[in-house]
């Protein structure tokens, strides 16, 4: 999906929210206690898809009220040692207020409800890259004016509201199809269903056809230029 701006007008992350570093935690800090601090980790997060949790880590320590994720929070992974999963980041759609994210990550809250999906686009991977040129070290990291500095075309608003709706139309759909294709693996023995190329139709030989595994196979071609 290609989004075009003709005035040429852009807008900064840092113009719609905030940044918010996650949580420094030792060894020790480390429990088995569920109902200590939840710690979302860069292994929760994958583009396109939402916050997975669960993989997680308890800890014994208390996060500041701004660390705590809330529904709307895109969880970032700031630092890693491989720099194809710094930037990778996942929407936070859960209002339980009882999870926070580790060190290495990093929270992005706004109530701008296109960022999302501009953070999935091919603009916002290209200055991820970008930023990563610019850095040294063994850990391939982005800090939080990085993320701030980013840009993206300004939209007109109703415009903007159309692309949403569209496009949580999609994700409605695949996730409507995912349950009825486990379903159908469920009762054909673990058999993948596909969608064809020149058909929205299960077909009845999916072994040969593109595999639909999340949102994330809609929108690798989403971008945002000028």
């Known amino acids: 999906m290609l989004l075009c701006n003709q005035s040429g007008e852009s807008f900064k992350l840092g113009d719609v929210g905030c940044y918010v570093r996650g949580l420094t935690y030792a060894n020790e800090d480390v429990t088995e206690n569920k109902a200590a601090t939840i710690v979302i980790r860069a292994n929760n997060l994958n583009y396109g898809s939402h916050v997975d949790k669960r993989e997680v880590v308890y800890v014994n320590k208390t996060p ?88 993206f075309p300004l939209i007109e608003k109703e415009k903007s509201q159309s692309i949403i709706f569209t496009i949580e139309a999609i994700e409605k759909s695949l996730v409507a199809f995912t349950i009825v294709r486990m379903r159908i693996c469920s ?5 993948r269903i596909g969608i064809s190329n020149h058909s929205s139709t299960l077909i009845d030989r999916p072994s040969r056809m593109p595999y639909v595994t999340s949102l ?11």
């Open 216 to 226: 994330r196979d809609l929108i690798k071609g989403f971008d945002v230029k000028k």
């Open 187 to 191: 009762c054909a023995g673990g058999s």
């Open 64 to 151: 500041t009220v701004s660390q705590i994720l809330r529904k709307g929070d895109i969880v970032i992974c700031m630092a890693n040692g491989s720099s194809t999963l710094v930037g990778k980041n996942s929407y936070y759609p859960f209002n339980d207020r009882q999870s926070t994210i580790g060190a290495f990550c990093g929270i992005y809250r706004t109530s701008n409800p296109l960022v999302k999906w501009l953070m999935q686009s091919q603009r916002y991977k290209r200055q991820v890259y970008q930023s990563l040129q610019g850095g040294n070290g063994a850990i391939a990291n982005l800090n939080g004016d990085d993320i701030l500095n980013m840009s």
